[in-house]
């Protein structure tokens, strides 16, 4: 049923050729060209590209699906956790890891901890159901926004933050991260934790990052990226655009582009401090794990409860795996900061 | 939503100028008791503005609950003054974290774009066609 089920949904699209450009109108619903970002080298202003249609409400509609059952197995954090190189984990280490991702990604981008310079907002974007939003504001004792595009996930996220008494520092709304809701300025920490695979605009999305970041501020973002491109490189190679695009289709992401693009996309905007590494190995872990969960009783019947839009993507895992391995998939951490005095 | 919330929000519309402040129109609202927080609100207080708490507070009928100028921070932090009822900072704690808007809308100034406010959650998305 499962292999009926995957021929169903594959998309009957051709890759793109190199050298043309896909105008984004002929996009077919739902499933979108894989052309990552041109590289620095090649010094290509690309056109911003309209989210492909379809494509907010595709991601909406699989957490509104989704989430609940993530948080079943899984719980609050709906993230990689951090683990050291090698290391096997078992899966109380797994919630562990995930609280250990959030604190090294803080530390990597040397967020103050003092009672001065620490962080009094927050904006958590694609905050999921709020499991960064609750760690942060409880951690710094800060108002922390989030948004998602996911309704349900907002409304178990305020539920979640008012059972543990948060309510007051802690609230998550519905909006889009390419136009966020907020005026210039407002948040010290701006926090992306893999959201931005699901942003159809890179450098829009890191623009608005720096446009809501105050003065002094700090941008972090923990992101899935496919390998910067050599020099030579105009693009991927076919196999691994393929790959990409099996697994872009299931979790409804739009083009990937390399860490390097983000570097130069906060280089382009003036950021200062721009720091990246690649975590890839630290998270390695993860996939397996997470398949190990969705083949327990538990995982198997909670799959079975949720909707089709959830199986695709479990069935799809293993090509995350597959990616991580080929080193075509980067696990990357981005972070910077905004010019001005804090 | 808490008025706190809403005082962050802003317009994104195409055609808006500021897209602030939004105004609130609200069909159910309720008060929660949360505790103070001196700390919390010192650290809150300068990205607040203050007019459009103001305004909100009024537009929800509560006419007398802040005044029009923010008062001296001395005043809102006086040592005592959490304990003291109807003290600044008691005023300011309960207009942006004890009131919660359940059903409502946010208005853009600048646009008359309506945003739904639907159990407590403003939904902020706006059509293709807007951005």
């Not at chain 1, 004792?141 to 998602?148: E, L, Y």
């Not at chain 1, 005026?183 to 992306?192: C, N, Y």
């Not at chain 1, 630290?282 to 909707?307: C, H, M, Q, Y």
């Not at chain 2, 945003?115 to 998305?125: T, Y």
């Given at each position: 049923m499962a292999h009926a089920a995957l021929l169903h949904w594959s998309p009957l699209l051709s890759l793109p050729s190199s050298t043309s450009r896909r105008p984004a109108r002929s996009r077919r619903r739902g499933v979108v060209s894989l052309r990552p970002m041109a590289s620095s080298t090649a010094q290509q202003q690309q056109a911003p590209a309209p989210a492909p249609p379809g494509l907010k409400e595709g991601i909406a509609g699989f957490y509104d699906e989704s989430s609940g059952m993530w948080e079943n197995i899984w719980g609050d954090h709906m993230h990689h956790g951090f683990y050291d190189s090698g290391e096997a984990a078992s899966m109380a280490d797994h919630r562990r890891a995930q609280i250990r991702m959030i604190e090294e990604a803080l530390a990597f981008a040397a967020v103050p901890d003092d009672p001065e310079k620490k962080p009094k907002t927050i904006v958590d974007v694609g905050c999921g159901i709020g499991g960064?939003?609750?760690?942060?504001?409880?951690?710094?004792?800060?108002?922390?926004?989030?948004?998602?595009?996911?309704?349900?996930?907002?409304?178990?996220?305020?539920?979640?933050?008012?059972?543990?008494?948060?309510?007051?520092?802690?609230?998550?709304?519905?909006?889009?991260?390419?136009?966020?809701?907020?005026?210039?300025?407002?948040?010290?920490?701006?926090?992306?934790?893999?959201s931005g695979e699901h942003m159809p605009d890179k450098r829009k999305f890191v623009t608005e990052l720096a446009r809501v970041?105050?003065?002094?501020?700090?941008?972090?973002?923990v992101t899935w990226c496919h390998r910067n491109l050599e020099p030579s490189e105009t693009s991927l190679k076919p196999d691994e655009l393929n790959l990409l695009k099996r697994i872009c289709d299931a979790f409804y992401l739009p083009d990937w582009c390399s860490p390097s693009d983000y570097v130069n996309?906060?280089?382009?905007?003036?950021?200062?401090?721009?720091?990246?590494?690649?975590?890839?190995?630290?998270?390695?872990?993860?996939?397996?794990?997470?398949?190990?969960?969705?083949?327990?009783?538990?995982?198997?019947?909670?799959?079975?409860?949720?909707?089709?839009?959830?199986v695709r993507g479990a069935m799809v895992m293993p090509l995350m795996i597959q990616g991580y391995r080929k080193g075509l998939i980067k696990f990357a951490i981005i972070t910077c900061r905004k010019p001005g005095a804090a | 939503m808490r008025l706190l919330t809403h005082n962050m929000l802003a317009s994104n519309v195409r055609g808006a100028t500021t897209g602030y402040p939004l105004k609130l129109e609200a069909s159910n609202w309720c008060t929660k008791e949360v505790e103070l927080n001196a700390d919390f609100i010192r650290g809150l207080l300068p990205k607040i503005d203050w007019r459009a708490l103001v305004a909100t507070t009024r537009a929800l009928g509560l006419p007398d609950l802040l005044p029009d100028e923010q008062p001296p921070e001395e005043e809102i932090f006086a040592k005592g003054a959490a304990d003291v009822e109807g003290s600044a900072i008691r005023r300011i704690h309960h207009a942006l974290l004890e009131i919660h808007v359940q059903q409502?809308?946010?208005?853009?100034?600048?646009?008359?774009?309506?945003?739904?406010?639907?159990?407590?959650?403003?939904?902020?998305?706006?059509?293709?066609?807007?951005?």
């Open positions: 960064s939003s609750r760690y942060l504001a409880n951690k710094y004792g800060a108002q922390c926004k989030g948004i998602t595009l996911s309704p349900v996930q907002a409304e178990r996220g305020n539920a979640l933050a008012a059972a543990q008494g948060l309510s007051d520092k802690v609230s998550l709304q519905v909006a889009d991260a390419l136009e966020q809701p907020f005026a210039d300025g407002q948040f010290d920490l701006v926090w992306s934790m893999e970041t105050a003065p002094g501020g700090t941008i972090i973002i996309i906060a280089q382009s905007l003036s950021l200062e401090d721009i720091k990246t590494a690649d975590w890839s190995e630290n998270v390695a872990p993860f996939w397996p794990a997470v398949i190990k969960s969705a083949l327990t009783w538990k995982g198997l019947t909670s799959l079975l409860t949720t909707g089709w839009k959830t | 409502g809308s946010l208005t853009c100034p600048d646009t008359n774009r309506s945003f739904p406010i639907d159990k407590g959650i403003p939904n902020m998305m706006l059509h293709e066609d807007e951005v």
